[in-house]
């Protein structure tokens, strides 16, 4: 480890960088130090905007001035990943032009490295195109399968991120959820609020003084007992369609932070299954198929499974 070992200023100037995330801004640019400790510099406000502390969503403006105090480090070794793990990657893409890669992201692999993982996806991809400077456009969780957007320069991300900020993104997402629905369609106004578990573990709950947050469902199938449901998101909150599912009493199969815990399905069975946008007069729309595996659950579902 080394030490970064003076307080640093940065004042932002570049009308580019107005509108981007404070953590976006401090991994990029603090690319030896864990994303851990960045998130953790920010929460205890050692990092700070214009004097005051911010939360990591804070988005930046012209003529603010950010404190970064010393940290520890990395020393520069280039990290290690699988060829495997590449070779998969790149397998997942489903679009790729000059600006953006929208890949068809696996379940189980993360959109970054964090305190727990070396890497992620934008990290493999980094690795293995070290000549393009790749952005992340958005999140999904990690237990979450389907369309991910990547972007390869600042024009584009900043774009696109716009376009997310605007709600001018239009998400949908399949999942199987537990149970029968009643209906065939529900909408879904509930407010979100992050809590911490008396673990620490950070989780989400409907609550009055949470963020606005709207889901759309639709039933797409039935089986004996589980339902195929789309949903379309119309905000970004964390776990949205995770936590609006159970509080219509159908929680997504094989969630074992809303669901059944002791439940046998090995994966979350969620997919976000279309992206659709525009920038630029340019249409963009994605369709991420579905797994084998995730068809293979369905199919055992049909027959009369259980595996809530």
Not at 69 to 89: C, H, Q, T, V
Request: aromatic share 6%; hydrophobic share 35%; glycine share 8%.
């Amino acid at each position: 480890m080394s030490m970064i070992s003076q307080v640093k200023t940065r004042t932002i100037s570049d009308p580019d960088e107005a509108g981007r995330r404070i953590d976006n801004l401090l991994i990029s640019i603090l690319k030896k130090v864990p994303r851990g400790l960045i998130y953790r510099l920010i929460r205890q406000g050692q990092v700070r905007i214009n004097g005051r502390r911010v939360k990591q969503d804070y988005r930046l403006q012209v003529g603010d001035q950010i404190r970064i105090p010393p940290i520890r480090s990395r020393e520069d070794s280039p990290i290690k990943i699988a060829d495997s793990f590449l070779e998969n990657l790149e397998r997942s893409i489903i679009f790729e032009d000059d600006n953006l890669i929208c890949f068809n992201k696996p379940e189980g692999v993360a959109v970054h490295g964090g305190s727990s993982l070396r890497y992620g996806l934008i990290e493999g991809i980094r690795v293995s195109r070290s000549d393009t400077k790749f952005e992340l456009a958005h999140r999904i969780d990690r237990e979450t399968s389907g369309c991910l957007l990547v972007c390869k320069n600042r024009k584009t991300l900043v774009a696109v991120q716009s376009e997310f900020k605007n709600r001018n993104v239009r998400k949908v997402y399949e999942f199987y959820s537990v149970g029968n629905w009643n209906g065939r369609n529900k909408s879904v106004h509930q407010k979100l609020k992050r809590y911490k578990t008396a673990w620490g573990e950070r989780r989400v709950k409907i609550d009055v003084l949470g963020q606005n947050a709207r889901t759309d469902f639709r039933v797409l199938d039935k089986a004996p007992h589980a339902t195929r449901v789309e949903a379309v998101l119309h905000t970004g909150r964390t776990h949205q369609i995770r936590v609006h599912s159970k509080h219509c009493g159908n929680p997504i199969i094989g969630d074992r932070k809303y669901g059944n815990l002791e439940g046998n399905c090995q994966r979350l069975c969620l997919h976000a299954v279309r992206l659709s946008f525009e920038i630029e007069g340019l249409k963009y729309k994605f369709d991420a198929p579905k797994s084998k595996e995730l068809e293979d659950i369905w199919g055992e579902l049909v027959l009369g499974a259980r595996l809530d």
